[in-house]
Every structure is written in C-alpha cells, then in structure tokens.
C-alpha cells in the first residue's frame, strides 16, 4: 500500500472540474490541526477562485515560472498569508534563534493542505517565486502580515512518477551529524 507521503506530487496541470464545498471545508478543517509555535496559529488564508484574480496572481509569478498556467487554471488558488511578529516572539521579544520562525508555521499550515488535498484526490502546488508586494497588494493583505506562498488547487489532469530522492542513510544521523 502506498501511503499518503508517497503519493502526493506536485500538480501543474488540473482538470476543468469545481473543487467541492465540503472538500474545500475537509482542506480548512485539516488546516486549522496543523501546529505552530506556542499554538498561535500565526496564519490567515486568502481562497481566491474569481478568474480575474487568478489571472492577475498567474502574471506575478517570476519568468518562466512552471507554475504559471496552473495558478490561472486551477480552481481554487490558497494564498498563505502569516503574521511575522506572532511566531517566535513572547512579549513582543524574539525569543527563537530565527527571526522568521513563522515560516516554519506556514511550512507546516501548507503540508496540511497539500496532504490532505491529495488524500481527497486533490493536486496542489507550492508556489513560492513570485512579485510578493504587488501579491499582497491584490489580495489586500493588511500591514503586519505577509504573503508567503500560493497553493493552485484542483484535480489533477495527470499522474507525475515521483522525483528521485535521497537515500535515508544520507541525511539520518545518528547522536551526531557525521558527514560521509
């Protein structure tokens, strides 16, 4: 049995095809479980599904970006947003060795969305290399939060075979990092 980690891919292609309300809720429900630090939940998404929107988003993206035509096409495109100073700070003070632990929170919101997207035979995308400002001043992002990623949405019009990946014994160590 293939499990849940081996079978979620990366989809740039979706078919013509609605995502339903109840599994956009699915994907929401299985968001909001997703943890964080000190279990603030430093996120806020953006579920963009007007065409034009789409569209312009699809024209932010940077150049020769593969995942321009799926960010037009795709039904439903999640914009993960996130407050920096919300994440790794207590009292209004840094108290993590990085600055922008709230990337790590987002990280964590966004694989929670692409596995359970693919559990509900979903394909999802991250997609990370785009004009930020001029995102967040579509998508009215107020000051304090930043938009960190777009995840296209919908079912997808192929099956990609996985991507080579590392041996477990490259990158396990065991009670120290002993480099090989």
Not at 86 to 111: A, E
Not at 122 to 148: C, K, M, N, W
Not at 151 to 174: C, M, N, Q, T, W
Request: proline share 6%.
């Amino acid at each position: 049995m293939v499990d849940i980690f081996s079978r979620r891919r990366s989809i740039r292609r979706f078919q013509d095809r609605p995502v339903e309300p109840d599994k956009l809720a699915a994907i929401f429900e299985a968001a909001r479980m997703a943890p964080s630090w000190g279990n603030l939940q430093c996120w806020e998404l953006i579920v963009v599904q007007a065409e034009d929107v789409k569209r312009t988003l699809a024209g932010l993206l940077s150049k020769k970006n593969p995942a321009t035509r799926c960010t037009e096409s795709a039904p439903v495109v999640i914009a993960i947003c996130g407050n920096p100073q919300r994440s790794g700070y207590y009292n209004n003070q840094q108290v993590t060795r990085y600055q922008h632990w709230f990337l790590y929170d987002l990280g964590l919101i966004s694989q929670n969305i692409c596995l359970k997207g693919c559990q509900l035979g979903l394909g999802t995308v991250i997609v990370g290399s785009f004009d930020h400002q001029a995102a967040e001043r579509l998508l009215e992002v107020p000051a304090g939060y930043e938009l960190v990623a777009l995840i296209p949405l919908g079912y997808p019009d192929h099956e990609p075979s996985a991507p080579k990946r590392r041996e477990i014994s490259d990158f396990v160590h065991y009670d120290r990092f002993k480099k090989t």
